[in-house]
């Protein structure tokens, strides 16, 4: 029992404040302002503090935080203070100072040695300083693309590598934004013929297809100036495609932008009607050439698969053999999934790329399509190349193989010396105090940057750690990295079971499928709040809880109470009650309700019943599609935990009703 206490002495919660902690809020708002004589002040001041940690020491009372740390005689954010103030020095040659920091024990190798490595790094490639920035430049561990392509640019210009250039060369058949570093490189290869008008086109195509109208037109930009499409046109096309395609000119076909522009229309139609897109495509396609035509009807193809249209597969077949993308091939498969289409599926499948095809999502289906074929054996080995993960399809190639999912066998608990390791590990008390000040992005990536390298027994440490400091969505992240030794009560942690529990079952909700949303939602960070607004536990829009707490009749709701966590797990767990019920009580259509909306859930089930794994894979959006099979996988493994028994992920997504068939479908008015 003694032993226990200490250890609750030694890794107590996080600390409300600590001396200290008002100066390093000032130094961040001097650094965010600019305001470089603030910033210096507030760093002398921290200084002359002294002692004083993110971390309680050995022997402490109290929470985290509250007292000296005396093993490094500064408040644990010094070093962040110091990197703002570097930074904002960088123009004026601190080199010497930026080596200091960068050698400094307890900072070598960490995040902020990093970015400031990252920093200095760029300047030096803004000014040309290709011998200073090639010896610092094989230190980086994570370079960007900006400083990979200043890399390439200080090769070409130091060792007149020609291979510099080649290794940047994919990076125009992207639809990605390239960073300024790479425009000369660019260039370089337009000027040297290793970017032809096809390749152009290409590029245009890929940064229309992706919305990005003004870096389509300045990528245009490169072509000679016959083929050069007027920025009218595009922005008229992208402002109304079927105008554009029935006022096409006479003579359109005879010029490669002419045809170009065209297939933009169809291609932006597409999103809108995919059948209106494919009648007018009919009417001219003649006038195109065969990869042409394949191009466009793949457009087609997958935006009318995106919406579940019976006629996808069959505009699919008429794109030939083009060279389909990542993209439409993930929907070709997900189209002949749709209607049991085995033949099609398997074949597709083929079609990918090596390194998709052996994505556990399609390794999963091919076997399904050689299952349907008689070709049990050859299935069984591609379910055993994936089973035994943690993931959806790894949990269903388990049931098919007929092995119920269990927990793993607990790790042995990190012992008093791998518990002391962490608590003194110096990014972990920076991530820790950056944390307590709410700096919650600076404090995510200081504590995932600390997780490279590390084995499983301090990356259970590292979770433990996390727990007891109640920072829950980093315990959950160090636990998932584990290789061979594991521990699923952290990996799978369930926080605030004595409020949660009660509310499931008054709602009769399972509290297995509960944490599993949670757990997908918030990562059970209270206060989490989302681009979109959500917030909370359960991440909670604002109209959302708005409207459950009218329906409940909850009285004295109030927006601001939306994250508190009872208030919080009343709300969300009286939607999921109401969602379910319109929805068959169906787990998998109510998570999918609970990301995307009831009505969406509704408008993809199909007019024949469907496996929900078919379900699943075949939603439109790629963030709800994820988000149901990580639900829906975590449940599992929480009722696992909750229960102690084998759970089967494929009996509890069962099967889909038809549309329209056998569902309550009340209270349509669920936001």
């Not at 998709?356 to 054996?377: F, G, I, K």
């Not at 297995?512 to 949670?518: C, E, I, K, N």
């Amino acid at each position: 029992m003694k032993h226990w206490l200490w250890l609750l002495c030694l890794f107590p919660t996080l600390a409300l404040s600590v001396p200290g902690d008002d100066k390093v809020l000032a130094a961040r708002e001097a650094f965010r302002n600019g305001e470089r004589i603030k910033l210096g002040r507030q760093l002398d001041s921290l200084r002359s503090v002294g002692g004083v940690g993110g971390v309680g020491s050995v022997g402490s009372v109290g929470r985290v935080g509250s007292l000296d740390s005396s093993l490094s005689g500064q408040h644990d954010l010094q070093p962040w203070v110091e990197y703002w103030y570097l930074v904002q020095r960088l123009e004026d040659g601190g080199d010497e100072d930026v080596k200091e920091f960068l050698a400094r024990p307890g900072l070598m190798g960490s995040y902020l040695a990093e970015k400031l490595r990252g920093d200095w790094l760029k300047l030096l490639g803004k000014r040309h300083q290709w011998d200073v920035f090639q010896r610092e430049y094989p230190a980086l561990q994570q370079p960007d693309q900006e400083l990979a392509c200043y890399a390439a640019e200080g090769r070409l210009a130091v060792q007149q590598d020609p291979l510099a250039l080649e290794e940047v060369r994919p990076l125009w058949f992207t639809s990605a934004d390239l960073p300024d570093s790479c425009t000369p490189l660019m260039g370089q290869l337009i000027a040297a013929g290793r970017i032809d008008a096809n390749d152009v086109w290409e590029r245009v195509r890929r940064l229309l297809e992706a919305k990005k109208l003004k870096q389509a037109k300045q990528a245009a930009e490169h072509l000679p100036e016959a083929q050069m499409p007027a920025g009218k046109t595009i922005d008229a096309i992208a402002a109304n495609p079927l105008r554009a395609l029935d006022r096409l000119a006479q003579g359109f076909a005879a010029t490669r932008p002419g045809r170009e522009m065209a297939l933009y229309a169809v291609q932006r139609l597409a999103r809108n009607d995919p059948a209106v897109a494919a009648a007018h495509w009919q009417k001219i396609q003649d006038r195109f050439s065969d990869s042409e035509r394949g191009y466009a009807w793949g457009q087609i193809a997958m935006q009318a698969a995106q919406r579940h249209l019976p006629e996808a597969l069959g505009w699919f077949a008429l794109a030939g053999g083009i060279r389909l993308s990542e993209e439409q091939l993930a929907w070709q498969a997900r189209a002949a999934l749709r209607v049991h289409d085995w033949n099609t599926l398997q074949q597709t499948i083929e079609r990918m790329p090596a390194a998709m095809a052996a994505q556990s999502d399609w390794v999963y289906w091919l076997a399904r399509a050689l299952t349907a074929h008689n070709r049990a054996d050859e299935a069984r080995n591609l379910y055993q190349k994936i089973a035994g993960q943690p993931n959806f399809y790894s949990n269903l190639a388990d049931d098919e193989l007929g092995r119920p999912i269990n927990i793993p066998p607990r790790a042995a608990p990190p012992s008093m010396e791998e518990l002391l390791a962490a608590r003194e590990n110096p990014g972990l008390r920076r991530a820790l105090a950056l944390f307590r000040l709410d700096m919650r992005i600076e404090a995510v990536r200081e504590w995932n940057w600390t997780m490279r390298g590390m084995d499983d027994r301090q990356l259970l440490a590292a979770a433990d750690l996390a727990r007891r400091s109640e920072v829950f969505d980093r315990a959950i992240y160090s636990a998932e990295r584990t290789q061979t030794q594991h521990d699923y009560a952290l990996r799978y942690l369930a926080p605030f079971r004595e409020s949660v529990e009660p509310q499931a079952r008054q709602m009769e909700v399972d509290s297995g499928w509960v944490y599993g949303l949670m757990r997908q939602e918030s990562r059970f960070v209270m206060n989490a709040h989302s681009g979109a607004g959500a917030k909370g536990l359960m991440q909670l829009m604002p109209k959302t809880a708005q409207w459950v707490a009218k329906k409940i009749k909850l009285r004295d709701f109030h927006q601001t109470r939306i994250a508190e966590l009872e208030t919080n797990l009343k709300l969300g767990t009286n939607y999921l009650r109401l969602v379910l019920a319109s929805l068959d009580n169906h787990p998998v259509l109510a998570s999918a309700a609970y990301n995307a909306g009831p009505g969406r859930a509704r408008r993809w089930r199909a007019e024949m019943p469907l496996e929900g794994a078919i379900y699943a894979e075949t939603i439109p959006f790629n963030e709800t599609r994820d988000y149901v099979k990580k639900v829906m996988s975590n449940a599992v493994y929480y009722s696992a935990l909750f229960e102690d028994k084998p759970q089967s992920l494929k009996s509890r997504l069962g099967t889909i009703g038809a549309r329209g068939k056998g569902g309550a479908e009340n209270d349509l008015d669920l936001p």
